[in-house]
């Protein structure tokens, strides 16, 4: 018996779209991760990005526990000294309730340049709204 490896001109992309509406963040982002990655296939290889492409719809209307809004901090540096910036989760969620989702989808993805690949099949928007309706997304229940 042969182990079937996965080659990148062979692998057959879907969309999926996923409602965030009162979801936790957490278990919505490990969904996402593996659907990204190609590991909900049977064809998943580590090496290949055999995933596909999800569509997150109401971001700012996610979930999360306890008092992660108030006490969860996200951290960026400019390089330079005393570039150290900080964010609180309920200060991001206001700002760019996007990039509350993926950043925590991306630190669930590999750190390699597979994972930079597999992050930019992720599309995230606010409102209930998409321009992928072309693309015919199938659901994906959470």
Same mark, same amino acid.
């Given at each position: ?47 290949? $990005? ?8 109401? @971001?700012? #209307?996610?979930? !999360?526990?306890? +008092? *992660?809004? &108030? ?22 969620? $206001? ?8 950043? @925590?989808? #991306?630190?669930? !993805?590999?750190? +390699? *340049?597979? &994972? ?27």
């Amino acid at each position: 018996m042969k182990t079937q490896v996965a080659k990148k001109e062979e692998v057959t992309r879907d969309w999926y779209l996923v409602d965030v509406d009162s979801k936790v963040l957490g278990r919505v982002a490990t969904e996402i991760a593996n659907v990204l990655r190609g590991k909900n296939k049977p064809t998943f290889t580590p090496s290949v $990005d055999t995933g596909d492409f999800v569509i997150v719809v109401n @971001a700012e #209307k996610i979930a !999360l526990t306890g +008092n *992660k809004f &108030a006490n969860k901090t996200y951290y960026s540096h400019s390089s330079f000294p005393g570039g150290l910036k900080e964010i609180s989760a309920a200060k991001l969620i $206001d700002k760019k309730p996007e990039e509350l989702i993926k950043k @925590a989808v #991306k630190g669930m !993805l590999p750190k +390699n *340049k597979l &994972a930079r690949h597999m992050l930019k099949k992720l599309k995230i928007y606010s409102g209930g709204a998409h321009p992928h309706a072309a693309q015919n997304p199938k659901n994906l229940n959470i």
